[in-house]
């Protein structure tokens, strides 16, 4: 077994990475939805906002290593929201906003480590739920999702007019 590592991000070290996977993570998406723009034009703008909420919502980004070379990341942060129709406590939880693993390391659990280091950060912040979005056609991802204990509460359609 690979010797994976879990750290916290740090810009100097892995902002490139994040870039990188951003895009990727886009590309992938974009082969699955015609909603997505390429990744190249919009990973840096993307990238600003997610590390505007990390920031402003006690969040948390963490970054899967192996021989000290970034190989995957999370990003975290809590949601405050006010819709009506939910409980206070629904609209209070834990957010994943981005989860990426290289290709080459897919398959290895490495989503499983990161998910449970996001997963632990929003608990100790009182969490109660944490929510994450995926692709309707992003199978792979989706599958990591249930196995690590999500369950769909709401699917949003949409038809192209």
């Known amino acids: 077994m690979k010797e994976i590592s879990i750290v916290s991000y740090s810009k100097p070290v892995h902002y490139q990475f ?17 909603t997505r723009r390429p990744g190249i034009d919009m990973a840096k703008d993307y990238l600003g906002e997610v590390l505007d909420n990390v ?12 021989q000290n070379k970034p190989i995957g990341f999370i990003a975290c942060f809590i ?9 206070k406590e629904a609209n209070l939880y ?11 390391f897919r398959g290895e659990g490495i989503f ?3 998910e ?3 997963s632990v950060h929003l608990k100790n912040l009182g969490m109660k739920s944490v929510c994450i979005n995926v692709v309707a056609a992003n ?21 192209t007019l």
Request: glycine share 4%; no cysteine; net charge negative.
């Open 112 to 114: 499983a480590r990161l």
């Open 139 to 159: 199978e792979r991802a989706y599958k990591a999702y249930l196995k690590a204990g999500y369950k769909p509460e709401e699917i949003k359609l949409r038809k």
């Open 116 to 118: 449970e280091k996001a």
């Open 94 to 104: 834990g957010y994943i906003s981005d989860a990426y693993v290289s290709k080459e």
């Open 18 to 34: 994040l870039i990188d996977s951003t895009i990727d993570l886009q590309e992938i998406e974009r082969s699955l939805s015609s």
């Open 79 to 87: 949601v405050q929201d006010d819709d009506v129709i939910m409980t």
């Open 55 to 66: 920031e402003k919502n006690q969040g948390a980004i963490f970054v899967a290593e192996y």
